[in-house]
């Protein structure tokens, strides 16, 4: 089974680009979907992307402005983000599951079985 483990997270001002990663070790990384999601202070976890057989699905509301990419041979997943805004501060997650499922069920997070520790991405205006 997959175990992912998230990094890049860090203090950026507004207006900053940053990339995260998710590398992932045990399984076959190439079957698994692959998704980010957040959770800022006082809220529920929101899904933010993802990325699998399927292609890519995000979430309407950062559409544009996050893109997940990742790269099979080093079994990483990555989330970039331009122009950091003050409301992406937010503990950033990676999830993976092996579920087949319609494109629009990769956003929940029920679905996911594999998650990682999260890491903390803080922006100064």
């Known amino acids: 089974q997959v175990q992912p483990v998230e990094s890049g997270g860090r203090l950026v001002q507004a207006g900053d680009s940053l990339r995260l990663s998710c590398a992932s070790s045990?399984?076959?990384?190439?079957?698994?979907?692959m998704g980010w999601f957040r959770q800022a202070p006082g809220k529920e976890r929101e899904f933010v992307a993802t990325s699998g057989w399927f292609g890519t699905y995000y979430e309407y509301s950062v559409k544009g402005r996050f893109t997940i990419s990742r790269d099979n041979a080093k079994n990483t997943v990555y989330l970039q983000r331009n122009s950091l805004r003050p409301e992406d501060p937010a503990v950033y997650y990676c999830a993976a599951h092996l579920r087949r499922l319609g494109v629009t069920g990769h956003r929940f997070r029920a679905n996911y079985e594999y998650w990682g520790q999260g890491t903390q991405v803080t922006v100064s205006s």
């Open positions: 045990g399984g076959i990384f190439s079957d698994y979907a």
